[in-house]
């Protein structure tokens, strides 16, 4: 029988990424987030290529795999599910609107709310109006961040509890193809999960790794995941600039299916065990027994570990880096475990590096 369960102090959030989905439960106390549970199930095939969902039925297997071991651990039922996008395609608009108020009535939740979305919907209509060629692609909304507040056209931190004639707010909204928000959507209809809340892969990052607090810095978040990586640009106290491109992980592993004459998943293995620095024994397509040093098998990865990031490209991406930028990187992979003897498990590293791009 499954035990009480406020959903409305919990929640139960995915990352559906190209070559892993990973659940987590969490719950909120004293301004602080306790996780319950976790659980992640890697893909058994190449269901999902630069974070766009190929194969629904595959992988709604791996969702459902996840959700199941996590309703076991907690003995509850899981119903709705927060869920961070990411794909091709993606379009970033930011425009600035404005709404005359009364003095006598102080800036409420409500209002500021609804400042921010009359924001979305006009960057929504600037998408809708963009020329195109052929068929034109319909866009879908899957987040936003405010740039900044004005009270009475002075800049301002927060307008709730304050007074004034007129208010506004320049909002940065991000959009991806409604195909890669529908597969997604279609996938969690197949679990029986109800989409609770939406939001873009590098903006759920930036919470983390860039608090409001440290967004007075030259900062960049490269998200490198294994289909896309994903970028946010902080500067003078705001996230400022999104971007996402379809190179990261999985380009590397194709590095080494041609260098090496190896399927995909062995390739995907063999990069895995690169940091042990040792010789490493595989199959190659024809069924051959082969063995190779690290140094041979790292010789195609660095080929194309420059193709990932900015370069000395200044407007990479669409965007315009901050010369003094410092570049906080989060890579996410297979990593050695002290708990387990060193054996690999998925996790995350952080690292930051200085000056340039």
Known sequence: M?????????????????????????????????????????????????????????????????KERIEKKLKIKLHKVAIAAAGRSLKTICCQVEQDTT????????????????????????????????????????GHSVVGYYLDDFPINNLEGHRGKKIGAKVLATFLPVS??????AVLARVGLEQHYLTLEPIAACEVVIPEQLRLLNLALVDVGAGTSDIAIARDGTIAAYGMVPMAGDQITELIVEALMVDFMTAETIKRHLHLGKDIEY??????????????????????????????????????????????????????????????????????????H
């Open 180 to 185: 890669v928000v529908n597969s997604l959507h």
């Open 103 to 142: 003095e006598e009535l102080e800036i409420d939740p409500m209002v500021i709310n609804a400042l921010e979305l009359s924001g979305v919907q006009r960057a929504q209509e600037m998408v809708e109006q963009e020329p195109t060629r052929g068929d034109k692609e319909k866009y879908f909304c899957v």
């Open 2 to 66: 499954a035990t009480l369960f406020d959903e409305n102090n919990t929640i139960f959030a995915l990352d559906i990424g190209t070559r892993t989905v990973i659940g987590v439960v969490a719950t909120f106390s004293e301004g602080n987030i306790k996780l319950l549970a976790q659980s992640m199930v890697e893909h058994q095939s190449r269901a999902m290529l630069n974070g766009q969902i190929h194969d629904i039925p595959k992988v709604a297997q791996a969702v459902q795999r996840v």
């Open 283 to 356: 199959q190659d397509v024809l069924g051959l027994q082969m063995k190779a040093s690290c140094e041979q098998n790292t010789t195609a990865p660095r080929t194309g570990l420059g193709k990932i990031g900015p370069g000395n490209n200044p407007t990479y991406l669409g965007i315009k880096w901050p010369s003094t930028a410092k570049i906080c990187s989060v890579c996410r992979g297979w990593f050695p475990n002290p708990d387990t003897g060193g054996e690999n498990c998925p996790g995350t590293k952080l690292g930051w590096a200085a000056g340039g």
